[in-house]
């Protein structure tokens, strides 16, 4: 198998998201709507120049506040396409917004995005998929998944001989507490 750990362990790009987040359980809504924004700014390209462009996006996305985000409008779009600090993709801009305000829904509904994934937890990934993508836009198998091992809901993010894997078990994430 071929691991992110293998390539990340000592890249300039990748070392910090790879040692300090992936696979870390215990984020809120904000850091979640990032890295669920992340992952569909990914889809189709490498995640080498979404970490690239992380903290262009974080800034135009105003650090991803899901309030801030779910009400751009128009002007906010075109600054958006317009910035080439981002990918500039429109449908993949216009899903963002749009999983803000669904983020929003879930704090009526459910107490909030974190409160929804813990009680949906645990499922295989493929029902996660049916679930995300009857709730969210742009949220395909590989995103879904990757946002799931990126947050500790699905195992995977680390191999079992890579030193971050005890920091992550450490951390006890949701896939770990669903197996015991």
């Given at each position: 198998?071929?691991?992110?750990?293998?390539?990340?362990?000592?890249?300039?790009?990748?070392k910090?998201?790879?040692?300090k987040?992936?696979?870390?359980?215990?984020?809120?809504?904000?850091?979640?709507?990032?890295?669920?924004?992340?992952?569909?700014?990914?889809?189709?390209l490498?995640w080498?120049?979404?970490?690239?462009?992380?903290a262009?996006?974080v800034?135009?996305?105003?650090?991803?506040?899901v309030?801030?985000?779910?009400?751009?409008?128009?002007?906010?779009?075109a600054r958006?396409?317009?910035?080439?600090g981002i990918?500039?993709n429109?449908?993949?801009?216009?899903?963002?917004?749009?999983?803000?305000?669904?983020?929003?829904?879930?704090?009526?509904?459910?107490g909030?995005?974190?409160t929804w994934l813990d009680?949906?937890h645990?499922?295989?990934?493929?029902?996660?998929?049916?679930l995300?993508r009857?709730?969210?836009?742009?949220t395909?198998p590989?995103?879904?998944?990757e946002?799931?091992?990126?947050?500790?809901?699905?195992p995977?993010a680390?191999s079992?001989?890579?030193?971050?894997?005890?920091s992550?078990?450490?951390?006890?994430?949701?896939?770990?507490?669903?197996?015991?």
């Amino acid at each position: 198998m071929n691991w992110y750990c293998d390539v990340a362990h000592d890249h300039p790009i990748h070392k910090d998201y790879h040692d300090k987040e992936y696979g870390f359980p215990g984020k809120g809504e904000q850091a979640l709507f990032e890295l669920l924004a992340l992952e569909i700014f990914q889809a189709g390209l490498s995640w080498e120049l979404v970490l690239k462009k992380r903290a262009g996006t974080v800034e135009a996305f105003d650090q991803f506040d899901v309030d801030t985000v779910a009400a751009y409008g128009d002007k906010d779009i075109a600054r958006l396409l317009d910035n080439p600090g981002i990918i500039r993709n429109k449908l993949k801009v216009n899903s963002i917004i749009h999983n803000a305000n669904v983020l929003i829904g879930l704090r009526e509904s459910d107490g909030g995005f974190v409160t929804w994934l813990d009680k949906h937890h645990p499922m295989v990934k493929d029902d996660w998929v049916k679930l995300f993508r009857k709730t969210f836009k742009f949220t395909g198998p590989e995103v879904v998944n990757e946002f799931l091992m990126s947050t500790g809901y699905l195992p995977g993010a680390h191999s079992d001989t890579c030193p971050v894997q005890k920091s992550v078990l450490k951390a006890n994430p949701p896939w770990l507490k669903a197996q015991k």
